[in-house]
């Protein structure tokens, strides 16, 4: 049993940064975030969600080309939360941002996440 909370989003401006967090709780909570496949996704308005990012048991990570070199997945496995480190930001990154998790060890793209939060809303402005 896990749940995923979401929280940090805001509004910022164009070229800011923003760092997200999602805490994990509850009795799988240790096991998800130490031995689970994590990661963010992202919905903007209009849109289809997306995979921004995720990151392994083991600390591997994935990007979605489009944040690659400005966003940094990564989590602290004593306090089970995943953060989310955006940089750059640009008007498109505007968007509702979700943490998900799947029960696996390893990360298989963005597919499979069984477990989601409730999002936090992002938004970019110039």
């Known amino acids: 049993q896990v749940q995923l909370v979401e929280s940090g989003g805001g509004s910022v401006q164009t070229g800011g940064s923003l760092r997200l967090s999602c805490a994990a709780s509850?009795?799988?909570?240790?096991?998800?975030?130490?031995?689970?496949?994590m990661g963010w996704f992202r919905q903007a308005p209009g849109k289809e969600r997306e995979g921004v990012a995720t990151?392994?048991?083991?600390?591997?990570?994935n990007y979605a080309d489009s944040v690659k070199g400005r966003f940094t997945i990564s989590k602290d496995n004593a306090d089970n939360i995943l953060y989310l480190q955006m940089n750059s930001l640009k008007p498109e990154d505007t968007g509702m941002y979700y943490c998900?998790?799947?029960?696996?060890?390893?990360?298989?793209?963005?597919?499979?996440?069984?477990?989601w939060g409730k999002g936090t809303l992002v938004t970019i402005s110039s």
């Open positions: 509850g009795a799988a909570s240790g096991y998800t975030v130490r031995r689970g496949c």
């Open positions: 990151i392994d048991s083991v600390g591997t990570t």
């Open positions: 998900a998790a799947r029960f696996s060890n390893l990360c298989v793209a963005f597919a499979g996440m069984g477990v």
